[in-house]
């Protein structure tokens, strides 16, 4: 096993020399009312890394949960909306967040549900109501969660959302196109049943096409990008992952709506469509040995999530304001790697949002990182 590096020399090693923009801008003034245990809680004068300390269970990750619905979809929980309220309000939640450039207001974000449609969620900026999907113009979201830690062993369909996930940062469109995918595969397994006129699946196959083939693309560039953005970790200071690209179906439109076409009968057999972007898969190898992700160590598969949301944070950052949410992120990391994390963060271009149980494990970047105690659904600032 090769030897761990200096401290002192880790940030040669990792070989990134990235430095903050003079307009390096962040969310501040943070407004978290009736959500999740938090009845009413205020964040303001936030820094570049900011750090939540608490007891398990004292309401620190739904601080994060709530960041992650400056975003579109459904966070960083995937919660329904039915769970997101304040444990006895059922009349739905706010939350407001300021973006702001040298503490200056560029623009104030804000999502809520309305007592009079709880099932939908609403999002302003600057005021105007909007379609959530244009939070990506103004904003990058990236997060590591403990829940995420089983992801390679996890199933196919899993490792799809998280490649949308990530895609959906990079490219804002994805969202809109893996919805009409996934609507025109239903709408064509139904006809199928059904038995409808061949003019009703031309219809509807074109449509699965030419979304099916943007999902994919979109998927596979995501990949690439990724690859090369790892380049720049070193494996004796991160785990460092190979991902690859395994498509469901063919690679352009043309060539997926004749294989729809041609796959009818046994699609209909099947009750199912049997080819397309929902049959993709992400396989990941870890560079040092070629070893796959799913038989490596559970450390070996946290420090390959740590460099793979470090890697997408840096690409989420280009054009725009980026923050990277971290849940409990020290909890299994030793002092070298701990430090290399700390380091990459502090150079990074994210706005950065940790959780812990206590100060200790962040000894390093203390005097530096804004603090709050998290306590019951309350924050005060340390």
Not at 74 to 87: E, I, K, N, T, W
Not at 224 to 253: C, D, H, I, M, R
Request: with cysteine; charged share 25%; proline share 3%.
């Amino acid at each position: 096993m090769a030897a761990y590096p200096q401290c002192s020399d880790l940030l040669r090693i990792i070989g990134f020399i990235a430095v903050l923009s003079e307009n390096f801008m962040a969310l501040d003034r943070i407004f978290i009312s009736n959500f999740r245990n938090h009845r009413q809680s205020e964040l303001s004068g936030t820094k570049k890394l900011n750090l939540l300390i608490g007891e398990n269970g004292a309401g620190k990750t739904n601080i994060l949960e709530a960041i992650s619905l400056m975003s579109p979809g459904r966070g960083l929980r995937r919660a329904s909306l039915s769970d997101l309220p304040y444990q006895d309000q059922k009349k739905g939640f706010q939350i407001g967040a300021s973006l702001v450039e040298q503490n200056s207001e560029s623009a104030r974000l804000g999502t809520f549900i309305d007592d009079k449609q709880p099932g939908r969620r609403f999002v302003r900026i600057n005021g105007a109501a909007v379609r959530a999907q244009l939070l990506s113009e103004w904003l990058a979201i990236s997060w590591l969660t403990p829940a995420m830690d089983g992801l390679f062993t996890d199933t196919a369909g899993a490792r799809r959302r998280y490649m949308d996930r990530l895609a959906l940062a990079l490219y804002p469109e994805q969202a809109h196109h893996v919805s009409s995918y996934e609507r025109t595969i239903r709408e064509r397994n139904k006809l199928l049943e059904e038995n409808r006129d061949k003019s009703w699946l031309d219809a509807i196959e074109l449509q699965a096409a030419k979304h099916g083939n943007a999902v994919a693309t979109n998927r596979s560039k995501l990949i690439e990008q990724l690859n090369g953005e790892l380049g720049s970790f070193s494996e004796e200071t991160f785990a460092t992952p190979v991902l690859s690209y395994q498509p469901g179906g063919p690679a352009t439109k043309d060539e997926l709506l004749i294989k729809l076409q041609n796959s009818r009968s046994k699609d209909r057999a099947a009750g199912r469509c049997l080819v397309g972007p929902h049959k993709d898969d992400l396989a990941v190898i870890m560079s040092s040995n070629g070893q796959k992700a799913s038989v490596c160590s559970t450390g070996e598969q946290k420090a390959m999530l740590i460099s793979l949301t470090l890697a997408h944070s840096e690409m989420a950052a280009e054009g725009r304001p980026n923050v990277l949410l971290l849940d409990e992120i020290v909890a299994h990391l030793d002092p070298i790697r701990r430090t290399a994390l700390f380091n990459r963060l502090e150079n990074g271009r994210a706005q950065v949002w940790m959780t812990g149980t206590d100060k200790i494990s962040f000894n390093n970047i203390l005097e530096k990182a804004k603090i709050w105690r998290v306590n019951a659904g309350s924050v005060e600032t340390l």
